[in-house]
């Protein structure tokens, strides 16, 4: 297959019955289903009451942009339908796109574990078995990773989803144990081994101390000043990577975070490379080569419209290397439709070679994508 335009990153909503029809029947009477909430629309409960928030800028594409207030009829069939998704992106020209879940992302802030863990495997095995599979070389689905519940358990669910022929996999951003910790080395090696990439989400899985992923309504402004600031969420998880000889002891493992776009690489990169020449007489690094060498070998970036980004290529041609477009269907900041549009206006200033990757072709490779 040729692939022209790959998103890579989509997500969807998953479908209202999944957990109370799939879970394990002892926890049925406690999984995740869709209510009615106050303001007349549907949401996800957790807990048999009404929801907190319901369906809105997670599933607003083709939609006017509201925070809350869908019933279940409203959203798109694209956001939790496979046929639904791969004929809403046939439509704007996305030849294929890599799959991030909504619901299921909550697992890992869940207890008990054996719960969390459920409710994982439940989503993994109908993504794969039932999304995924609709369309194999258009739709690439990351099933979740139970980090938190310890290696054994991790790797066991890595090789099952493998065997499942998963071509890349979520990490929460927040997990209990922080990833400069050499007991995930297992994981990692792992994960270079296969070629799988591991995806992280901007502040997405586990519990953020700063709690910019919640929704806050009681001061104007704030749920949208989140919004600018996750952008930006990728500076601390992946320079502790890199710092950390994450990518010095397993040179094949490739990192990608989602939805932080890249007009902020090139001062990141410079400030890594001046720390670290700087302070390397010192600090012990586990690795002589500059930090900045890892991206686009290592560490990779999905973006947005970010023209800044796109322009800032002819100063700083590794940019190119580093991104991966996608377009967030079906969120608020969604490129859909009209996409062909964005493509044209962001990639006007750019070469060719830069183009392609871009577009499709780094995430063609990332993603063993044939």
């Known amino acids: 297959m ?25 926890f049925r009477d406690r999984a995740p289903r869709v209510l009615r909430g106050a303001d007349g629309g549907d949401g996800w409960s957790f807990d048999g009451n009404p929801p907190r928030r319901t369906l809105g800028i997670e599933a607003t594409a083709g939609r006017a942009i509201r925070i809350s207030g869908y019933k279940w009829e409203e959203i ?38 054996e719960f969390a863990l459920a409710l994982m495997q439940t989503y993994n095995d109908w993504l794969l078995d039932d999304f995924v599979a609709v369309d194999p070389k258009r739709l690439i689905g990351l099933p979740l990773l139970p980090v938190n519940h310890g290696l054994e358990c991790t790797l066991a669910e890595f090789k099952r989803c493998l065997a499942k022929a998963a071509k890349g996999f979520f990490i929460p951003t927040f997990p209990d144990m922080s990833y400069i910790d050499k007991s995930y080395d297992p994981l990692w090696a792992a994960a270079a081994e296969a070629g799988t990439p591991l995806c992280l989400h901007r502040t997405s899985g586990g519990n953020d101390p700063a709690g910019l992923g919640e929704f806050k309504f009681d001061v104007p402004g704030v749920n949208v000043a989140g919004t600018v600031i996750r952008f930006f969420s990728g500076v601390q998880p992946l320079t502790y990577m890199i710092f950390t000889g994450v990518f010095n002891r397993h040179p094949k493992l490739i990192v990608v975070d989602a939805e932080v776009n890249f007009g902020w690489i090139s001062f990141w990169k410079q400030t890594m490379d001046d720390t670290f020449q700087k302070q390397k007489g010192w600090a012990k690094f586990s690795f002589d080569s500059l930090p900045s060498e890892t991206l686009g070998k290592n560490v990779f970036v999905t973006v947005l419209d970010d023209k800044i980004g796109f322009d800032m290529i002819r100063l700083d041609p590794q940019l190119a290397d580093v991104a991966l477009f996608s377009i967030d269907y079906p969120h608020s900041f969604c490129l859909w439709p009209d996409t062909a549009k964005y493509v044209e206006d962001v990639t006007r200033n750019i070469d060719a070679v830069s183009k392609r990757k871009i577009l499709a072709g780094t995430a063609a490779r990332l993603f063993a994508l044939n």
């Open 2 to 26: 040729n692939y022209n335009v790959i998103s890579a990153d989509n997500h969807i909503v998953e479908p209202r019955d999944l957990f109370v029809t799939r879970m394990p029947k002892q």
């Open 76 to 113: 798109l069939p694209g956001n939790y339908d496979p046929v639904a998704h791969v004929a809403d992106m046939k439509k704007e020209g996305i030849d294929a796109a890599v799959i991030f879940g909504t619901i299921s992302m909550g697992a890992y802030t869940l207890s008990p574990p």
